[in-house]
């Protein structure tokens, strides 16, 4: 379990119930899946993507095209830190004409979603972006928002935001909420 | 950084996970580098000067397009006639150079250890793009990506490096790359080319070329060319063709799986046959399309950033 | 001006006395050496209790670059460089421009070193015109002028029959021929010994059979001719084992090495240091034992500096293009009491190899501490300690691979014909 200064802010159950319900508002708003690529932005953004998708694919049974889209070479803070490995991007759509639904954890200030719209566009050119996120924890710097919130969740600026998932080798899914490290 | 240092002017001094880290950022570089737009953001603002010394068409068009496919300003600076205007050092010329606030100085030279002396003099990073008879890590790291795309993984494998290798950059890049990835590395040739002392680098001299191919697993053929000097050390080429050229006979001692490499230009019908530079086995031109990669994977980790390690 | 040296550890080399004692030096030569030389008036006084006293050294080999390469030295420089190193005898080398061939360029490098009056300075005057191998120096002439020996160092003789022409010619004007041997079809365009170290790098290697190739043809001339020849610069072992084989069979050969012979091997290049670029090249640390062996069984008679002065432009380039040499003169001392330390050979057979058998050998005064003898004597305080500077340097030569080392021993004073040149504290006194 987490320390003291740590909680958690939805249990795997929540976060279940949260990502179906995104699931179910993207096939609602594009009237069904045609033309739909899901695209995660790691990490963790392509584990949310594939749960997303494998929801859609049992309620319309039909395999929505999913990716990820990795944002190193579009960060505009990459001078200020250790220069970061590069992530897989790998799209197995043209993205031209459709319209794709942008996946990611946490949005926070909006620049990773800045630098994804960024990378996009070097893809191809969708007819719409949207953009899903699990948890939306406030404080923009840009004029960016999400089409599909999990959860609203009140921050302050010197506190964390992690979502753990099984998928990467976390023992549950919860997304907790702290500062300090972590133990 | 690559290593613990902001300058690549060799592949000695660099460990397997040194040397892994630039690989894996290279991959990515290839996915880049095969989107319609080939071209990302991330060095946008640095500037890149190629300052060759000695003419090369490929390595620096490699560069070229590596620092622009990753939006840096990429500046030809060809020294052969003004280099050796009389009274200028090196030193001055790429002093001169740096006044202009370059962020990396790639640099081919035709002097051994030409870019290690720059190096400690200057602010910006410094590239090796070929020093003399020296080095040529790009080429090294290229090669060693390109096994590694095709093997999956570099432990074990048997390297054979055939030709000049006195006088060879790229042997002694590979020697080093593969031998610290866990290759066997053999080096192969007329005993006039090999150098004295070869195995203190850790490479093995083959007791014969056909050894040498014997269960290969990798063969890298080093362009031949006859210079002013080397007379001394080959009768010509048409005999070194025939007992020291990779033709599809000799090809069949080696594993059916073998790569044939070539760090080019080739010279057909003398180190190599046209028959295998064509062939199947033949990775000649994917170790062209890496080079670009693997110099974008170079150029982003040495152009800016903190000087910390990433993970 | 009278000086007396009091309580030193007098070291003679030439009449074995190792003794604490004083001297005294007067009218240009030494007056007495002895227990309580009772103070004569007048007389400087020089403390050296827990100092060596030993003669005055010899190089047999340096480059004082003038006339015409003043820039990377001069006669002048030169000797103050000396001086400091506790050198007071120099035979510098024809390698100038022009090249001393001939009577006025000795006369002049000998002006120079009489202005400068520090060291003193033996001319070497070339075996062939212009150094280019091809006839015959007017060596009578050099020898009326001032020569003491002739070579084309720097250069071999590549013509067998001029080497063997020059070494019967020299001998009937007291001239003997310093063999710089170097096979030049065999060195190539080499730049460092041929080695792991010159593979590693990627340099054009110096195959140790230049030098010895050379050597061999030098010696089969000798053994068929007669004459001698000095052989310079030893740097092999397997040089070292020809020299002695030579002189087991009764020819007159002697040889020198240097001290980064002794000291340093191919390993010293890692990094392209230019500054251990050097001819004959830095070789194996087996060669480096096998010149040690040479020194301690006699068979190299003389250490000399080679000393090499070059100008920074030329060596702050590529390695390929910078210039061959070492500058030795402020470092040789300490380097061989270096060698001392190891214990590889005796404080006196040491100091053998810097005074008497140089003086011998090349047939000049000093070299010794003897009543009537030259007054060419240094205080050395083998004890302290110190690190090379080459900014510090009186040669105008930074040239050096020993650059930040650690080593033992420095010049206290230096007294040249009885007049004190130099003092640690007050540099050059003259």
């Known amino acids: 379990m987490k320390g003291r200064r740590w909680r958690r802010i939805l249990d795997h159950l929540e976060i279940d119930r949260a990502v179906k319900r995104i699931a179910f508002e993207i096939l609602e708003r594009n009237k069904g899946p045609r033309d739909l690529v899901l695209v995660g932005i790691p990490t963790p953004g392509p584990i949310l993507a594939e749960r997303i998708r494998r929801h859609m694919e049992n309620v319309e049974g039909v395999r929505v095209p999913t990716g990820s889209l990795d944002i190193t070479f579009y960060r505009d803070d990459i001078d200020a830190r250790p220069r970061p490995m590069p992530k897989s991007t790998a799209i197995p759509v043209d993205v031209t004409g459709k319209t794709v639904i942008l996946v990611d954890d946490v949005l926070y200030t909006g620049r990773t979603v800045r630098a994804a719209l960024d990378a996009l566009m070097d893809h191809g050119r969708p007819s719409k972006v949207q953009l899903a996120v699990l948890v939306d924890r406030g404080h923009r710097e840009l004029p960016i928002r999400a089409d599909f919130v999990g959860r609203n969740i009140p921050t302050g600026r010197h506190e964390e935001v992690h979502v753990l998932l099984t998928e990467r080798g976390d023992k549950v899914d919860e997304v907790i909420i702290g500062e300090g490290e972590i133990s | 950084m690559i290593g613990k240092s902001r300058h690549l002017l060799g592949l000695d001094g660099l460990a397997a996970a040194d040397l892994t880290r630039v690989l894996d950022a290279a991959v990515g570089m290839k996915e880049v580098s095969r989107r319609k737009i080939k071209k990302v953001p991330t060095l946008r603002g640095k500037t890149v000067v190629n300052l060759f010394f000695e003419p090369s068409t490929r390595t620096r068009t490699s560069f070229e397009i590596a620092a622009k496919r990753l939006s840096a300003d990429a500046v030809n600076f060809t020294a052969s006639a003004s280099s050796t205007v009389k009274g200028e050092t090196l030193i001055d010329t790429v002093k001169n150079i740096e006044s202009m606030a370059p962020d990396v100085v790639v640099i081919r030279h035709k002097y051994s250890g030409a870019t290690h002396m720059l190096s400690d003099r200057l602010r910006c990073s410094v590239v090796n793009a070929g020093d003399g008879s020296n080095q040529h890590p790009s080429q090294g790291l290229l090669d060693l990506y390109t096994v590694r795309e095709k093997k999956g993984n570099l432990k074990g494998l048997k390297v054979v490096i055939a030709g000049d290798i006195t006088h060879s950059r790229v042997a002694r890049s590979d020697i080093y790359g593969f031998t610290r990835m866990g290759a066997e590395v053999f080096v192969t040739g007329p005993p006039t080319m090999i150098p004295p002392g070869i195995e203190h680098m850790g490479a093995k001299v083959a007791p014969s070329f056909e050894a040498g191919i014997e269960g290969a697993d990798v063969i890298i053929m080093l362009r031949i060319q006859l210079e002013r000097r080397s007379g001394a050390l080959i009768p010509g080429l048409r005999e070194y063709a025939r007992f020291f050229g990779l033709n599809a006979q000799r090809l069949k001692l080696a594993k059916e799986d073998v790569l044939v490499m070539h760090p080019g230009p080739i010279n057909r019908g003398v180190e190599i046959s046209s028959e295998i530079a064509d062939g199947i086995q033949s990775v000649i031109l994917e170790q062209v399309e890496n080079g670009v990669a693997v110099r974008m994977a170079i150029l982003y980790l040495l152009c800016g950033g903190t000087d910390e390690v990433a993970d | ?430």
């Open chain 3, 1 to 430: 001006m009278k000086w007396l040296i009091k309580g030193g550890r007098i070291l003679d080399p030439a009449s074995g006395r190792d003794e604490v004692a004083d001297i005294l030096l007067e009218d240009g030569v030494i007056a007495g050496v002895g227990k309580q030389i009772v103070e004569s008036r007048g007389a400087g006084k020089v403390q050296a209790k827990g100092l060596l006293v030993l003669p005055g050294m010899l190089d047999m080999h340096c480059h004082l670059r003038e006339p015409g390469f003043e820039y990377k030295e001069t006669v002048a420089s030169g000797a103050a460089a000396a001086v400091k190193g506790g050198i007071t005898s120099v035979m510098c080398m024809a390698n100038t421009n022009p090249v001393n061939d001939g009577a006025s360029v000795t006369a002049y490098i000998l002006d120079k070193a009489a202005d400068a009056g520090l060291a003193r300075v033996y001319p070497v005057g070339s075996v062939t015109k212009g150094m280019k191998g091809e006839s015959l120096s007017e060596m009578g002439e050099l020898a009326a002028a001032g020569c003491v020996a002739v070579s084309d160092d720097g250069h071999p003789v590549p013509n067998g029959e001029i080497m063997r022409r020059a070494i019967q010619y020299s001998a009937a004007f007291g001239l003997f021929v310093i063999d710089h041997a170097e096979d030049l079809s065999i060195a190539g365009e080499g730049v460092m010994h041929e080695g792991y170290v010159s593979t590693m790098l990627g340099l054009e290697g110096i195959p140790t059979s230049a030098a010895v190739s050379e050597m061999a043809r030098n010696i089969a001339l000798l053994r068929e001719f007669g004459g001698r020849i000095h052989i310079a610069h030893v740097s092999t072992r397997s040089a070292v084992d020809l020299i002695r084989n030579a002189r087991a069979e009764g020819l007159d050969v002697t040889a020198e090495t240097c001290p980064h012979y002794f000291t340093l091997d191919q390993e010293a290049v890692i990094g392209y240091d230019t500054s251990a670029k050097v001819k004959p090249p830095l070789r194996t640390a087996d060669d480096v034992q096998g010149v040690i062996e040479g020194l301690a069984d006699g068979t190299i008679e003389v250490i000399a500096t080679d000393h090499a002065p070059h100008h920074a432009d030329e060596k702050d380039v590529e390695f390929d293009l910078a210039a061959f040499g070492i500058s030795g003169l402020e470092t040789a001392l300490a380097l061989t009491l270096g060698l001392v330390e190891k214990g590889r050979l005796s404080l006196m057979d040491a100091f053998t190899k810097w005074t008497v058998n140089p003086a011998r050998i090349a047939g000049l005064p000093g070299g010794r501490l003897e009543a009537g003898q030259p007054a060419d004597v240094i205080v050395v305080d083998a004890d302290r300690e110190w690190t090379v500077d080459p900014a510090a340097f009186l040669s105008k030569g930074r040239n050096t691979p020993f650059r930040g080392m650690k080593v033992r021993g420095q010049v206290v004073n230096t007294f040249v014909g009885g007049n004190m040149v130099f003092d640690r504290a007050k540099g050059i006194t003259r």
